[in-house]
């Protein structure tokens, strides 16, 4: 009930192109949603993140549409350019005892010039 | 000027051996973390601090144990090394005790660590 499944494990998109990122979750408690995005070498920094009361937030290329029904996020990322090349992660917490941010596995997106 | 910092980068030792790795954050963050990263690049959490008190500590074996001499320093001690603790280490913090809107995970760059 704690996980967060994330899909594809890895994507190839040309430049230009859009990525599309998938994660679903189970338990409804889950109240912030927040993407990751990690080079080689360097710690996962975080990207844009959402609540469940916003059904999409957009920030410059990259936005995060939710679908709180069907219990679903996913990550937009317009004009992929190859700088964006690197593993994503999305991940989910709440507002419990548990103080867990609960990570999906990670897509390597790779970005052809 | 880096807001959490890890050392070393790099750890190469032999099974066996006894090992540490320090964290420092500048942020003023309350929460500490470690988090431990596979070759499949899943993150998986380790422990957690805040203000020093440890919160979470997950299936971890008995060989790695935190210490946090105050709420700014996370550091990890291993014992008796295995082959299977080769894997790449972040420590992390955050302001508060939940991972939140206000209050996102700030990750350092990591230690890999290498067991032969």
């Known amino acids: 009930q704690q996980q967060v499944k994330q899909s594809p494990q890895s994507l190839i998109v040309q430049k230009g192109g859009i990525s599309i990122i998938n994660c679903a979750y189970e338990n409804t408690a889950f109240d912030y949603f927040p993407w990751y995005q990690q080079f080689p070498g360097k710690g996962p920094a975080l990207l844009i993140a959402i609540r469940p009361d916003v059904s999409e937030k957009k920030e410059g290329r990259f936005t995060i549409s939710f679908n709180k029904s069907a219990k679903q996020f996913s990550l937009h990322i317009m004009d992929s350019q190859p700088g964006d090349s690197a593993t994503y992660f999305c991940a989910a917490s709440m507002m419990d005892s548990s103080y867990k941010l609960i990570f999906g596995s990670g897509t390597r997106l790779l970005v052809r010039p | 000027d880096t807001a959490v910092s890890q050392t070393p980068k790099y750890l190469v030792t032999q099974m066996g051996n006894d090992k540490s790795i320090k964290c420092e954050q500048n942020l003023g963050h309350d929460t500490m973390y470690w988090y431990k990263q596979d070759s499949k690049k899943f993150l998986k959490i380790m422990f957690s601090y805040n203000n020093k008190e440890l919160i979470i500590n997950e299936t971890v074996p008995n060989r790695f144990s935190p210490k946090s001499p105050d709420k700014a320093h996370l550091n990890l001690h291993i014992n008796s090394l295995e082959l299977g603790d080769s894997a790449v280490y972040f420590c992390?913090?955050?302001?508060?005790?939940?991972?939140?809107?206000?209050?996102?995970?700030?990750f350092g760059n990591g230690t890999r660590l290498t067991v032969t």
């Open positions: 992390a913090s955050s302001r508060s005790l939940v991972s939140s809107y206000n209050s996102p995970l700030h």
